[in-house]
């Protein structure tokens, strides 16, 4: 009978954490929504700067823009990784998966003999490399759960300064691409110092643009930064939705799995109950045929 | 020639403002500007201040935190962090931020601290005055 007993508080708290695990996959599905849609109304924004950019690499000579610090190249020595990562756990191998392909990545650097520096978003990457022997340049932990702009502005202005001051020479983002809800992509972006795009006439057959106050200082104080924040603000947005929908796909599987699990239990249990009927109504018919003598 | 132009203003948020324009003035940041149909190219870094756009007889105002105006081929957008139309500025809340900015200014020695206050100060202004210009054409209207 104790192992009926057992069996049945086995399935109780199955239950119980059928219900939390359907519950949670019900809050990221609505929430992955909401995250999708972010990423779309962040859309127009970028694809704005990218054919201003295009038009300004369309008009104006290659030499007039290599001054311009942000997009220097030189010699890379030191390397810094963006590791977009997220704050909570269970949400399936979405961290294990930026963990890994972000250690590779510091792995091939550094058999390049480049300096590898790390900088850890969201306490799952911090934690995963506290105890890694490799520079953190600094964490960023517990952000909003919805990505702003002004975090995007605080990481990428600190980043930029790092890279003007030549203290580190590339940048590099690891996070998650949004691909759907099923798939979604670890992807390592080059960040600084930023690729123009092509150069692409926006307005044919219109005059000349002109540039005010003038072009270098506009680039410089207003397209690049706007440019590179915007870059990483499109980073985090995409790191959430993939975040969200890999909780969904995690808890849902979750859920599934409990399913199965109570339904092997259950018929456990009803096995275990026949028996013991069937024992007991074999004890009585022994009993009596014993009686009988 | 083309009577009106398209006006996009985008914040990497959303779009904030998308309409066939007839005139657009805005401040840049060495002085004010009006835009009317078939200007030539221009691109232009903006102050913090409001714009102003007619379309159809009727004007809208929106509060501009800095930023980029491009004018394209009838077609002016504006790039910004933030910008906000009159209608859903909350006035209560700028009038307070624009008491606390200019009390810190006075209080404030350090010259970079100054420049911030300074700087939240032209913000609150110009919000209370785009929502002002929402205020006065809602009473036109009624």
Known sequence: MANLKAIRQRIKSVQNTKKITSAMRLVAAAKVRRAQMRNSNARPFTSKVVEMLQQIVHEVSPIDLQDLPLLKKRPIKKVALIIISSDRGLCGGYNGNIIKQAILRIQQLQSEGKEVAVIPVGLKAAAAFKRVKIEKIKNYTQLPAIP????????????????????????????????????????????????LPEGKDHFPKSAETLYEPDLIELMEEELLPKYVENVLYQALLEAAASELAARMNAMSNATTNAKELIGSLTLIYNKARQGNITQELLEIVAGAEALKG | MAKTFKLKVITPERIVFEKDVEKLTATARDGQLTILPNHEPLVTALGIDVMRATAAGEEYGAAIIGGILEVGVNEVTILTDTAEMGIEIDEARAKQAQARAEAEKTQRTDKLETHAAELALARAVARLRAAEMAKTRKKLHH
């Open chain 1, 148 to 195: 702003t702009v002004e975090e995007a502005k605080m990481i990428a202005e600190n980043v930029c300064d790092l890279y003007t001051k030549k203290q580190i020479d590339a940048v590099e983002i690891v996070g998650t691409d949004f691909v759907n809800m099923i798939r979604q992509e670890v992807k390592i972006k080059n960040y600084l110092p930023i690729t």
